[in-house]
């Protein structure tokens, strides 16, 4: 049967980033042209890259790690917006996630670099005090009251499908659902009338696997998880979520906790917050921050123990 002009078109975009691809899946009606929005798309999250990155030597984020304590630092528009958002669950999470470990990061090789044994040792034995008591933030500038390495691993991939959410927006699409990695945004319903939908994946780095799935509609989620990234160092596989007070890898944690939020970063950031915090606290947390949450733990059976927090996961 002929197409007629009411027909949507469905366009599924994409492109690379910070070491993983971006996408955007979208209907329009026929004869739009996505070319210029592909290169917009891409250019939006190769901004929040160059801002972020802790990969790229001459990036925003490393010039303000190089820059001297006490001295106010010229920052752009979205990376202060960045640190303003997770500076803020750093504080309400009681420094559960923090900005401020970018040390520990690169020591355990969770940066360019391997691991380190001699920067392991300084980061185990370094004080430590939170982001958010350390960093001062002014209008378009900050400073840092103590000689910490920021990190924004655990929050500039959310921002970045916020980012690309934002610049279909302005195209003037309304429905659609955008992600980076597994962290998705989705904004309206789909053609048929129905929310989006998006697989929550099993813990199992060995393969990839649904374990639920999840419809999404005007909201984000995000997932921290054990078993995509990670270091095997002396032997042990060590995830790459850091534990503030150590500066060392989580020792203990859930399998993964996925958070879901009004935006991408908002998101991120939590997921990793409540990582920290396990289970028990972690869904206290969430009731507290009005969050939905769903953790995942491994049990003595080699099986997977849901516990989901908030109404979406019920």
Same mark, same amino acid.
């Given at each position: 049967?002929?197409?007629?002009?009411?027909?949507?078109?469905?366009?599924?975009?994409?492109?690379?980033?910070?070491?993983?691809? &971006?996408?955007?899946?979208?209907?329009?009606?026929?004869?739009?042209?996505?070319?210029?929005?592909?290169?917009?798309?891409?250019?939006?999250?190769?901004?929040?890259?160059?801002?972020?990155?802790?990969?790229?030597?001459?990036?925003?984020?490393?010039?303000?790690?190089?820059?001297?304590?006490?001295? &106010?630092?010229?920052?752009?528009?979205?990376?202060?917006?960045?640190?303003?958002?997770?500076?803020?669950?750093?504080?309400?999470?009681?420094?559960?996630?923090?900005?401020?470990?970018?040390?520990?990061?690169?020591? &355990?090789?969770?940066?360019?670099?391997?691991?380190?044994?001699?920067?392991?040792?300084?980061?185990?034995?370094?004080?430590?005090?939170?982001?958010?008591?350390?960093?001062?933030?002014?209008?378009?500038?900050?400073?840092?009251?103590?000689?910490?390495?920021?990190?924004?691993?655990?929050?500039?991939?959310?921002?970045?499908?916020?980012?690309?959410?934002?610049?279909?927006?302005?195209?003037?699409?309304?429905?659609?659902?955008?992600?980076?990695?597994?962290?998705?945004?989705?904004?309206?319903?789909?053609?048929?009338?129905?929310? &989006?939908?998006?697989?929550?994946?099993?813990?199992?780095?060995?393969?990839?696997?649904?374990?639920?799935?999840?419809?999404?509609?005007?909201?984000?989620?995000?997932?921290?998880?054990?078993?995509?990234?990670?270091?095997?160092?002396?032997?042990?596989?060590?995830?790459?979520?850091?534990?503030?007070?150590?500066?060392?890898?989580?020792?203990?944690?859930?399998?993964?906790?996925?958070?879901?939020?009004?935006?991408?970063?908002?998101?991120?950031?939590?997921?990793?917050?409540?990582?920290?915090?396990?289970?028990?606290?972690?869904?206290?947390?969430?009731?507290?921050?009005?969050?939905?949450?769903?953790?995942?733990?491994?049990?003595?059976?080699?099986?997977?123990?849901?516990?989901?927090?908030?109404?979406?996961?019920?």
């Amino acid at each position: 049967m002929p197409k007629t002009s009411t027909d949507m078109m469905r366009h599924a975009l994409n492109g690379p980033t910070m070491g993983t691809r &971006w996408s955007a899946l979208f209907f329009t009606p026929a004869g739009f042209d996505p070319a210029p929005l592909q290169q917009a798309l891409q250019a939006a999250v190769a901004e929040v890259d160059q801002q972020m990155s802790g990969w790229k030597p001459d990036s925003d984020l490393m010039r303000i790690n190089q820059a001297p304590v006490g001295t &106010w630092i010229e920052a752009p528009r979205h990376l202060m917006e960045v640190l303003r958002l997770g500076l803020a669950i750093g504080k309400a999470s009681g420094g559960a996630f923090d900005v401020a470990l970018g040390d520990a990061v690169t020591a &355990w090789g969770f940066g360019p670099g391997a691991a380190s044994g001699e920067r392991i040792r300084i980061a185990l034995s370094a004080p430590r005090r939170p982001g958010y008591e350390v960093i001062e933030l002014g209008e378009g500038r900050l400073r840092k009251h103590g000689a910490i390495t920021l990190d924004l691993h655990g929050i500039a991939k959310g921002y970045g499908v916020d980012r690309l959410a934002e610049t279909l927006q302005a195209f003037g699409i309304t429905s659609f659902l955008a992600g980076i990695d597994g962290e998705m945004r989705a904004a309206g319903l789909r053609p048929d009338g129905e929310a &989006w939908t998006i697989a929550v994946e099993m813990p199992d780095h060995a393969r990839r696997a649904a374990h639920s799935v999840l419809a999404l509609a005007d909201a984000a989620v995000a997932t921290s998880g054990d078993y995509r990234h990670f270091v095997d160092v002396g032997g042990r596989r060590l995830s790459h979520t850091m534990d503030p007070r150590r500066g060392a890898p989580l020792a203990a944690s859930p399998a993964s906790v996925s958070v879901v939020a009004r935006t991408c970063a908002e998101a991120d950031g939590w997921a990793t917050a409540l990582m920290v915090l396990g289970p028990e606290q972690g869904a206290a947390m969430a009731a507290a921050q009005g969050l939905s949450a769903l953790f995942l733990t491994r049990a003595a059976d080699g099986g997977v123990i849901a516990r989901p927090a908030g109404a979406v996961f019920a």
